[in-house]
């Protein structure tokens, strides 16, 4: 009650201010006359009752100012009055204004949109109920040097029930199926997990409900739940959509359910079915077999358990499964356990990026505060004379450092509106750039925490550029009235001036370091070989509905894949602008394709012994015609190299210098079964970078796409011409070998490895663009201190002039001295390039964080910059008149 | 005996008797200042320099509050009033004046 009725007393008294100044007179008017006619007895005369009145009553309106002092909105009355000020003496430089409220927009705007990145992907959590508790499992096997062996189903159960710490512990993989039931077939990638998956990850459907308690038991219906994409995209958000029917892998499948929007995580997937839908993860060779180790597992940790004690269970758990079942861990295999967080895991590669481009975009607000304030210095010492004026009339030092305050926060806020625009016009840029890194990034909105974030960066701004040249104006404030002022605020404020020059260049040393090694990085990046002509390739992913082309007991029927294949090649061949075209199990450069595996070489590896690895690659006769992978040694597969002849393999030229070093290894026999079947090695192939362009190619085994076809695959297509003009043909010839064959990700090789280094690319090319910025900023910075300085010497170089110093030498005097500022700066900026090396390098590719040749590059441009910044303030020194300039004073 | 020099109120005091002279009913500016000096036998007297910011300020603070009304010969005045607040303030400024000046009396007394 109280609270309110001071609330509304405080109101009225702001808003309703003459009425209440009115009521005051009266009440003080009415004090005076009670007063007056209490002493009319003793004055006599009316005139002399009020002069006594008046005289017991003291000075009217400094009784009134102490009423006005106790009503609290003193405070806000002199705000209103700096505002006021500050505005009028904003509106009155349009091009200061101008310039400033532009420079700060850009460096908060570039904040304002980096950090909405950073609250989206890094600080958010997840949109899962009580997310921090989910984690994946890993079970790493450091010895044979595998990050991950993956779960087989059984032991996805065992971890269930054997470690106390987790909740539940659930099964998960990903795989393509064709889904019928639409206009035409479709390729949907199929999330298949156990049925309470989506109660570890802690999700509730949007619509209809997740799978139940037992829904993933053998021989139970198979159920669908559909991602809040498909459903929007694929079926228009159809309401009705629970329990229409599809048919996928030759059953019928129920919608049960849709989910809110997620992150694409683990994987994006279109439709999620239960574990047992899934006609390969329900092969019984599959359910019973310990090393079947296809698939993920995910669980949540009990509430209030800490992560230490969960990781520190299930560590003993792996320990028990290979006492227990030694027959499960072969060739030496032994794995441990770990969990992570699924935050850790969805934002971990996207981190280091985040931070860099937080830390740069930080620097450049400093460097760009930095410069506002040696604007703001240039100003004041331009109003020192009214600043001087205000003293004299009693503006307290404070209250002229609040003005300057108010007036440069008012900047900032301009500065901090523009902002905002710049990072809604740049947010879904940036959320494009950060979807490279992790599924988070359709999370990145701008919401109440970046606006805070804003407003906090702005305030500090306004406040940090009011106050760096408020504080020592005014030691010498007195001066600037007597006239000489320059005499020693100026040379006080000309330091000050220097300090933020050489501050900026600095700074700006730190990002140009930054953005060259990002440079040199990427330009590593491009340089890579990666084995293969990238040039005139088409590539496309042929995908055939399984399950046309299984056998009874779900194998491939090879001879079926083989008779879409084999005419294909030759149909393509037969196309005019053709070279030649080949088949593999995926693209070069796919980081998320992984066949990798243990072999044995004849006579040299036994069972038990922990064998060395491979990735292995499917891969058609003419598949390293197309990609233009040179054939060292050997020969190519050739069409006989099929299911009715002898098994036969092409190693790669880096396994086989590792295993037999200049030996030709041709002719030799290798094992990835571990010694059932032998396949004799025919060729040795350059290497390629399967894997990545930033990763070292792998030692790779290929096996004939004769004899391991696979129903998904790459196609590869070498042309004359444009290989994208091409598409169209290839794809008909597809589909009129099998029309529900689904064509997908049409492209070039030439894109593949464009696509390979966009994010390589964006990261160079935002710290390069902030570094310009940057660089352009200082530049302008120090080419104002530098003219402020000539203006404070004219008396001084008029005099050197008159007793005869030539041109050239005031050149040189005052080069000199924007040199020294560059040169400190570089030493700065040295120091704190070399302490924040270690931040950038994990995005490194090829470069030292501290790299010689980056460091002087950036230094040159730095030097240069600046020269040609001194120059032109100096030359206008040297066109000084010393008579004019003796006269000035 | 020429009458003692008046004394000047201390303003904590003053709002003090400015709650205490409220509680026997609304009075303006003037009568409260004339009611503390005639209860006082013109012992204590008040300060208009201090009277109106304290009595702006106890409104503020929401422990009066006023009303214009009309005075004896028919003027328009502002009327102060205690509010429910004021009287619990005015209870416990009172309690404390108490303690204060009992303290006060009895190192007087003893020292």
């Known amino acids: 009650m109280r609270a309110l009725a001071r609330a509304r007393h405080l109101l009225r008294t702001l808003f309703s201010r003459q009425r209440v100044e009115r009521e005051l007179d009266d009440e003080l008017r009415l004090h005076l006359e009670l007063e007056a006619e209490k002493r009319l007895r003793d ?59 532009l420079t700060l927009g850009l460096g908060i705007g570039a904040n304002t949109a980096v950090f909405s990145v950073v609250r989206g992907v890094l600080l958010r959590p997840l949109p899962y109920a009580r997310g921090q508790e989910v984690v994946a499992l890993h079970q790493p096997a450091p010895q044979s040097g595998i990050e991950d062996i993956g779960f087989s189903v059984k032991e996805v159960k065992d971890y269930g029930s054997l470690t106390p710490s987790l909740e539940d512990v659930v099964e998960y993989h990903s795989m393509n199926f064709t889904l019928l039931g639409g206009p035409e077939p479709q390729r949907v990638r199929t999330g298949v997990v156990s049925a309470a998956f989506f109660d570890v990850l802690g999700v509730k459907p949007l619509l209809g409900r997740t799978f139940r308690k037992g829904e993933d038991a053998m021989g139970a219906e198979p159920l669908l739940v559909l991602s809040h994409a498909y459903w929007q995209q694929q079926l228009g958000r159809d309401p009705g959509v629970i329990g229409r029917h599809f048919e996928m892998n030759d059953r019928v499948h129920t919608v049960v359910g849709v989910l809110p929007p997620l ?111 040696n604007l703001t210095l240039a100003r004041i010492s331009d109003r020192g004379r009214e600043m001087g004026v205000r003293a004299a009339l009693g503006a307290g030092r404070v209250r002229l450092l609040r003005q300057l305050l108010t007036e440069s926060t008012l900047l900032a806020l301009i500065g901090g509106v523009l902002g905002l625009a710049v990072a809604f016009l740049t947010r879904d840029a940036l959320v494009q750039f950060a979807a490279r890194f992790t599924p988070r990034a359709g999370e990145v909105r701008i919401d109440g925490a970046v606006l805070a974030f804003s407003l906090v960066a702005t305030v500090c701004t306004g406040l940090l550029v009011g106050s760096l040249p408020g504080l020592p104006a005014f030691d010498r404030l007195a001066r600037a009235l007597t006239g000489d002022g320059r005499s020693t605020a100026g040379r006080s404020r000309q330091r000050i001036r220097s300090v933020l020059a050489v501050s900026q260049l600095a700074l700006s040393f730190m990002l140009l370091i930054g953005a060259a090694l990002m440079l040199k990085s990427f330009a590593n990046l491009q340089k890579v070989d990666p084995g293969f002509r990238a040039d005139h390739v088409l590539t496309m992913t042929v995908d055939l509905n399984w399950s046309k082309y299984a056998t009874p007991e779900r194998r491939v029927d090879q001879q079926r894949v083989l008779q879409v294949f084999e005419p294909l090649w030759d149909r393509v061949r037969a196309l005019p602008g053709v070279v030649t075209a080949g088949t593999a199990w995926t693209f070069p450069l796919n980081g998320a394709f992984s066949a990798n595996g243990g072999f044995m070489i004849e006579g040299v590896h036994h069972d038990g012994q922990t064998l060395p690895r491979a990735e292995f690659r499917g891969a058609s006769a003419t598949y390293f015609e197309a990609l233009g992978v040179p054939i060292l040694r050997g020969r190519a597969f050739d069409a006989h190299d099929r299911a009715d002849a002898e098994r036969v393999a092409i190693v790669s030229q880096s396994l086989a210098r590792r295993h037999w070093g200049a030996d030709d290894p041709v002719g030799r026999r290798i094992s990835s079964d571990r010694g059932q079947t032998w396949a004799r090695i025919v060729g040795v192939a350059g290497d390629v970078r399967q894997t990545g362009l930033a990763v070292e190619p792998p030692d790779v085994v290929y096996a004939s796409f004769g004899q391991f076809p696979g129903y998904t695959s790459t196609l590869f297509v070498r042309t004359i011409g444009d290989p994208a003009a091409l598409a169209d043909k290839v794809r008909a010839e597809i589909r009129s070998l099998d029309p529900q064959a689904a064509v997908t990700n049409v492209r070039t090789l030439e894109t593949i490895r464009h696509d390979a280094l966009a994010s390589p690319r964006l990261t160079a090319f935002l710290l390069g663009l902030f570094a310009f910025v940057a660089l352009a900023i200082s530049a302008a910075g120090l080419a104002g201190v530098l003219a402020y300085s000539v203006s404070q010497r004219t008396r001084e170089i008029g005099i050197r002039m008159a007793l005869g110093a030539a041109p050239g030498s005031v050149l040189r005097m005052l080069l000199g001295q924007g040199l020294v500022s560059v040169v400190i700066g570089l030493l700065v900026g040295l120091v704190g390039a070399l302490g924040l090396s270690r931040l950038v390098s994990g995005l490194l590719f090829g470069v030292a964080p501290t790299d010689p040749m980056c460091f ?27 008579i004019l300039a003796l006269r000035t004073e | 005996m020429p009458p003692a020099p008046a004394v000047d109120l201390l303003q904590g005091t003053l709002d003090l008797l400015v709650l205490r002279t409220l509680r026997t009913g609304p009075q303006h500016g003037w009568g409260i200042a004339q009611r503390i000096q005639q209860l006082s036998e013109d012992v204590l007297r008040v300060n208009q320099g201090s009277l109106y910011p304290s009595l702006h300020r106890l409104e503020h603070e929401g422990w009066i509050e006023a009303e214009w009304g009309s005075s004896d010969n028919n003027r328009r005045a502002k009327f102060y009033r205690l509010t429910r607040a004021g009287q619990k303030r005015l209870g416990e400024e009172t309690e404390s004046w108490e303690r204060l000046s009992g303290a006060v009396a009895r190192v007087l007394r003893l020292a």
């Open chain 1, 263 to 373: 992150p694409g995580y683990p994987d994006e997937n279109d439709v999620y079915m239960p574990a047992s839908a899934c006609p390969f993860r329900s092969r019984p060779a599959t359910l019973d077999n310990r090393q079947a180790r296809g698939y993920q597992a995910f669980a949540r940790v009990k509430e209030g358990v800490p992560l230490a004690r969960a990781q520190a269970d299930i560590a003993t758990v792996v320990e028990r499964l290979k006492k227990e079942y030694p027959d499960a861990y072969p060739q030496g295999l032994a794995p441990t356990a770990t969990l992570v967080s699924v935050h850790e895991e969805m934002v971990r590669s996207a981190r280091p990026t985040l931070l860099v481009l937080l830390g740069t975009v930080a620097l450049v607000l400093l460097i760009a505060c930095a410069n506002v304030a």
């Open chain 1, 856 to 882: 002087l590059g950036s230094a040159v441009v730095l030097v240069a910059v600046a020269l040609v910044a001194s120059f032109l303030p100096a030359r206008r020194a040297t066109g000084i008149d010393p």
């Open chain 1, 43 to 101: 004055a006599g005369s009316v005139e002399e009752a009020r002069r006594r009145a008046a005289i017991s009553f003291g000075a009217v309106e400094s009784v009134k100012d102490e009423v006005r002092e106790s009503w609290g909105i003193r405070f806000l009355e002199t705000l209103a009055q700096d505002l006021k000020y500050g505005a009028r003496s904003l509106r009155r430089n349009p091009g200061f204004t101008g310039v400033v409220a």
